[in-house]
């Protein structure tokens, strides 16, 4: 039994939603039609290189529905009859998803959260996206759901920010983290592997940071190169800048992260899985999720450790 209360080597997000909800939850994808301070030329133009949100959206998702039809839609979508799941989180994942007026964000959020199947809002933005008066009415929103941000800082690395075309700096993110959790929403964060100019002993040094966040959970992403993204263009030109990260060396390097991550924080996931049809390159030539957490389990029984077990306090 390990300090997250079960005997998986990792503190298990399926398991800690099972602890705390009774069962598992099925997250549901939404598009509410947001943009990016990064795409209208708030801060700049053309969004992040390597975004292209419809290698993610299932089908049912599409701005011109209603929330409620898409939460409908969704659970069609998902219907398994031999499991049913003990609820539903209204994910708004699409963009920016705290990037409007205060009265439209009530609006989308409070129809989501009416419907009787949802028990939880997750809320996908970056960080410069997040205003007091919303931070005061999430904190408020929590009181009656299960509310988590989804906070992207995808690098630790400024210079790898501003060659990505986030638009925001390592610090605005560590601000965002630490205002939402002041006010006791749940934050997880994004971090991506192998994007350019960056190398693994990078991402190992940065767990320094990391570890000293206020996070409840993280997901990890190897980068994937989208199919029509400014950073194709980028990789076609300069493939020597980009670490590619082979599986069996990811899978290697996933366990040294996660030896050395804070066993208080959640992993909810440990890779990315797009279509293949919109990946420019062969990637893990179809290795599909499972069997990724299946091996980073193996290679972590391997070596008879756990995450948090290197852990530099």
Known sequence: MYPWGDERRFNSYNRFLKRRFGGRIQKLTLDAGFSCPNRDGTVSIGGCTYCRNDAFN???????????????????????PSVEPAGY????QAFSNTYAPLSRLR???????????????????????LEEPLLEYLQELQERLYVTLEIGMESCCDETLRRIN????VACAVRAIEQAAAHHIPVCTHLIFG???????????DLALINRLPLQSIKFHQLQIIRDTVMEA????????????????????????VERLSPDIVIERFAAEVPPRFLCTTGWGGIRYDQVVCAIE??????????GRFQKF
């Open 107 to 129: 609006e989308l959020y409070e129809e989501a959260a009416a419907h009787p199947r949802v028990r939880g809002l997750i809320i996908a933005t970056r960080p410069d996206c």
């Open 298 to 307: 193996r290679e972590l029984a391997s070596r008879e450790s756990w995450q």
């Open 58 to 80: 299932p089908t049912y998702c599409n701005p011109s529905k209603s929330i409620r039809q898409q939460i409908d839609e969704g659970i069609r979508f998902h219907h398994r």
């Open 166 to 169: 986030r638009g925001h700096d």
């Open 195 to 205: 994007l350019p100019g960056e190398r693994p002993e990078h991402w190992l040094e």
């Open 234 to 257: 980028e990789y076609r030109q300069h493939p020597d800048d980009f670490f590619a990260l082979p599986f069996d060396t990811y899978v290697s390097f996933i366990a040294d992260y």
């Open 89 to 92: 989180f209204a994910y708004f």
